[in-house]
């Protein structure tokens, strides 16, 4: 044979970029998966940034960890003689496939050069996320190899990345609006603001996600007690109000078609002014960033995720914090 699949049971998970350290205390923290017991014990091993846990490890139902950007569910490891070998066996088992590499990248390049085309390359924003599913596999050694057709991302090794604009944003913090936009949409289908879409910016300075919003032709409200970037500050589209922009109370600012976040402040806090916005009927859409003071939170992060019609998740332009999206 000029290949082989053996099934080896249990889960793998790609952490984000830098991230392995914090999925790893995910794993323990929010699902007492302890992973240095089990690489001791051979339960878990490593394959660069992969963690593989045997399957008696693990739960019966886990959900996706959030530092997790791809999960093999159906982990298989493969032998082969040759390139087109190794991608004979995949095409035996899926159409699309995409690479996670830490090591023969070359020959990797050469296994999925004769795989049918993936887009690996950095999007334009917007972007719609598609919904059809996409392999992960990794090259273990010269002749084999991981692989699983089941993952838990539509996405190319679970990543979404954007052609960067080096010149006009005001900060590289617009990126995470952007990916999050593209994730709203794709989760719960709704359009992406544009003209005529009323938008509030909440701690806006100095302005990368009410540049995405001018971008998009929307109408910005944009709050902070430091002006934005001057260009933004003379856009016609925005209008700038110098106040702490969680103070301001719902029914006085009116109704928004989307409500933003990307403000430095203590979880619980932005919890309570999430759920005062909802509330009062103001607005159906927000996104906020989560950003951890320290160890986090699980029940916390468990109250937002609670919430009706809305998505907790890690942006790959996310560090130590997570991603609210709600659309009702």
Known sequence: MPYTIQETGGAAFLPFP??????????????????????????????????TISQEALPEELPLPYWCRDRMDKPLLIRFDSVKDASDALRSMGRSWAPYGYTLFRRASLIQDKLPHVNLKEKNFPFTIQS??????????????????KTSSPLPAGQLLFKEDHENPPSRAYLKIQEALCQAAASFGVPLPGPGTRCF???????????VLTQLESDVLAVDRSELDGRLMAHPQ?????????????????????VFSDVICYPDRLLGWV?????????????????????????????????P?????????????LTFICCQ
């Not at 392995?20 to 878990?44: D, H, N, Q, Y």
């Not at 989560?290 to 986090?296: E, N, R, S």
Request: net charge negative; charged share 25%; hydrophobic share 40%.
């Open 201 to 211: 910016d909440a701690g806006a300075c100095p302005g990368g996600w009410t540049w």
């Open 309 to 321: 019609n809305s998505r907790v998740l890690h942006l790959n332009y996310n560090k130590h914090e």
């Open 132 to 149: 059809s599913p996409i392999g992960l596999y990794t090259l273990t050694g010269e002749n084999t190899m991981l692989a699983s057709a």
């Open 275 to 307: 759920e005062k916005w909802l509330s009062s009927g103001m607005t159906k859409n927000m996104i906020c960033t989560i950003k951890m003071q320290g160890a986090v939170d699980w029940d916390l992060v468990a109250r937002f995720a609670a919430i």
């Open 18 to 51: 830098d991230m392995k350290g914090m999925l790893e205390t995910e794993l323990e923290e929010r699902f007492g998966i302890s992973v240095s017991s089990l690489r001791k014990s051979g339960s878990a091993s490593d394959y660069g940034d992969i963690i």
């Open 238 to 258: 925005v209008r700038f109000m110098k106040h702490d922009a969680f103070t301001l109370p719902p029914d006085e600012l009116g109704k928004f078609d989307w």
